[in-house]
């Protein structure tokens, strides 16, 4: 079951949560973001996807989250955002280098998180 969307990036609420962020400790990592779309069972209607961050020396996954329809912008910034605040391994902080696969999501994420002084990248294909 997909997790219930959060509404994290909206134009006000992007520039709360990028000051919350900016005082997080900022290591000299690189992550990156994407999210793929889940096989399809034939009784359901609704393609979900699967989100993942990691960092990319080494592979480990800071944040995962699953969501039913395609994702937003604000999935895109909540995952990131629990990636930081709250990652699976490690402490709380922030990459100095994130990138992103160039999708509208990922270039209207990218605007924000440029706010918070760090390198944000998105390309047209993602690794792998």
């Not at 069972?41 to 080494?58: I, R």
């Not at 989250?65 to 994702?71: F, M, Y």
């Not at 629990?82 to 402490?91: E, H, I, K, N, Y």
Request: aromatic residues 4%; positive net charge; glycine residues 8%.
């Amino acid at each position: 079951m997909g997790k219930k969307r959060r509404e994290v990036a909206s134009d006000k609420g992007a520039a709360i949560a990028t000051g919350r962020l900016k005082r997080l400790r900022q290591d000299d990592h690189t992550w990156e973001a994407d999210f793929r779309a889940l096989p399809k069972p034939l009784m359901q209607s609704e393609t979900h996807y699967l989100g993942v961050v990691v960092l990319t020396a080494g592979g480990s996954v800071l944040a995962q989250s699953q969501v039913e329809g395609k994702p937003t912008a604000n999935d895109l910034a909540a995952l990131l955002t629990d990636a930081m605040q709250r990652p699976l391994t490690g402490q709380a902080h922030r990459p100095r280098r994130l990138h992103l696969r160039g999708t509208d999501n990922g270039r209207s994420y990218s605007r924000t998180w440029k706010r918070s002084a760090s390198t944000c990248r998105c390309s047209e294909n993602s690794r792998g």
